[in-house]
């Protein structure tokens, strides 16, 4: 098992925030590992949709979805993601924080790559939601 946590001012509305982590046909536009992602335009928690991720298919799937925190899994062979997204509202904009935990065979082959990921994927939230 290996884990990550990193946290990030944003400069961008708390709802900003989460509409953007809540529109999972995006999610490929910024993680390039994912290829597609069959969901509607709002997600639901509870709901599997099929995933992509560098040829293997898999699913992601919303555990949470709570006004200041979302939760999530994907999983394709070998390799399983579970993820938490909290955020705090300060000022104009919002304190972002994500971790994750990568489970499974695969997921300890690829460990070294995912090395700085959880800043990785605040960088790409926060280009995702410049005002």
Same mark, same amino acid.
């Given at each position: 098992?290996?884990?990550? $946590?990193?946290?990030? %001012?944003?400069?961008?509305?708390?709802? &900003?925030?989460?509409?953007?982590?809540?529109?999972?046909?995006?999610?490929?536009? !910024?993680?390039? #590992? %994912?290829?597609?992602?069959?969901?509607? &335009?709002? #997600?639901? +928690?509870?709901?599997? /949709?099929?995933?992509?991720?560098?040829?293997?298919?898999?699913?992601? *799937? /919303?555990?949470?979805?709570?006004?200041?925190?979302?939760?999530?899994?994907?999983?394709?062979?070998? @390799?399983?993601?579970?993820?938490?997204?909290? !955020? $705090? &509202?300060?000022?104009?904009? +919002?304190?972002?924080?994500?971790? @994750? *935990?990568?489970?499974?065979?695969?997921?300890?082959?690829?460990?070294? &790559? /995912?090395?700085?990921?959880? *800043?990785?994927?605040?960088?790409?939230?926060?280009?995702?939601?410049?005002?």
């Amino acid at each position: 098992m290996t884990s990550q $946590e990193a946290t990030r %001012f944003i400069d961008a509305p708390p709802a &900003a925030i989460r509409d953007a982590l809540l529109d999972a046909r995006a999610l490929p536009d !910024w993680n390039p #590992a %994912f290829q597609s992602i069959e969901a509607p &335009a709002r #997600a639901a +928690t509870g709901a599997r /949709y099929p995933i992509v991720v560098r040829g293997l298919h898999g699913h992601w *799937e /919303y555990t949470l979805i709570a006004e200041d925190r979302i939760e999530a899994v994907w999983q394709i062979p070998g @390799f399983r993601e579970t993820g938490v997204w909290r !955020w $705090e &509202a300060r000022g104009a904009g +919002t304190v972002v924080t994500h971790a @994750f *935990e990568h489970r499974g065979g695969l997921a300890r082959v690829l460990a070294g &790559a /995912y090395r700085g990921v959880a *800043e990785l994927r605040l960088d790409r939230l926060t280009l995702r939601t410049a005002q």
